[in-house]
């Protein structure tokens, strides 16, 4: 039988001791397993935070300029 997985975060030298949740406790932006309390990006201090941040926010800059009205689309009455 497989070992558990272990939580991934570290407070200084002390490791976490929780079991890592599948699926939701993976992390897409750092590859790594954490428990129920450090699963979140800004929980476990994940290093590419920035990034993630910068890339949803490019995409929603995107959307919102897709969907932007401008005055020659209207029909003048």
Known sequence: MAKKQRCQF?????????????IVGD????????????RLPEQHACVNLES???????????????ERTVSSKLVSV
């Open 10 to 22: 570290k407070n200084g030298e002390t490791p976490c001791s929780s079991a890592a949740i599948r």
């Open 27 to 38: 992390c897409p932006h750092c590859e790594s397993h954490f428990c129920g309390q450090h």
């Open 52 to 66: 993630c941040k910068a890339a949803a926010f490019e995409k929603n800059r995107e959307k919102l300029e897709g």
